[in-house]
């Protein structure tokens, strides 16, 4: 049973930072690539950044230079670290994989920055 247990979201002033954490379980997850998604309020779901097993990582153009994907195989845990945070960044974020053909979500975790 694949499992995506993300925590460290919270509320933050405009400026600051944060770090997101997602624990997988039921993958080989030194061989699985991750990615973070979010969802803002009356928004689609959007790709955040993504990082392959062998550590090449990938970045929305919005987030560029301002969050960075990490990865711990020993921990089954993928990092997103967000700084200079701003109120677009306010949604919920996802961590998600593909295990044997499917998709598989995190329950979310609310980052909500404040002016």
């Known amino acids: 049973q694949v499992q995506l247990v993300e925590s460290g979201g919270g509320l933050v002033q405009a400026g600051g930072s944060l770090r997101l954490s997602c624990s997988a379980s039921g993958i080989i997850f030194s061989i699985n690539a991750m990615g973070w998604y979010r969802q803002a309020p009356g928004k689609q779901r959007e790709l955040v950044a993504t990082i392959t097993s062998g550590g090449s990582t990938n970045y929305a153009d919005s987030v560029k230079g301002r969050f960075t994907i990490s990865r711990n195989n020993a921990k089954n845990t993928v990092y997103l670290q967000m700084s200079s945070l701003d109120f677009e960044d306010t949604a919920v974020y996802y961590c998600?994989?593909?295990?044997?053909?499917?998709?598989?979500w995190g329950q979310g975790t609310q980052v909500t920055v404040s002016s």
């Open positions: 998600t994989t593909t295990w044997r053909g499917f998709n598989y």
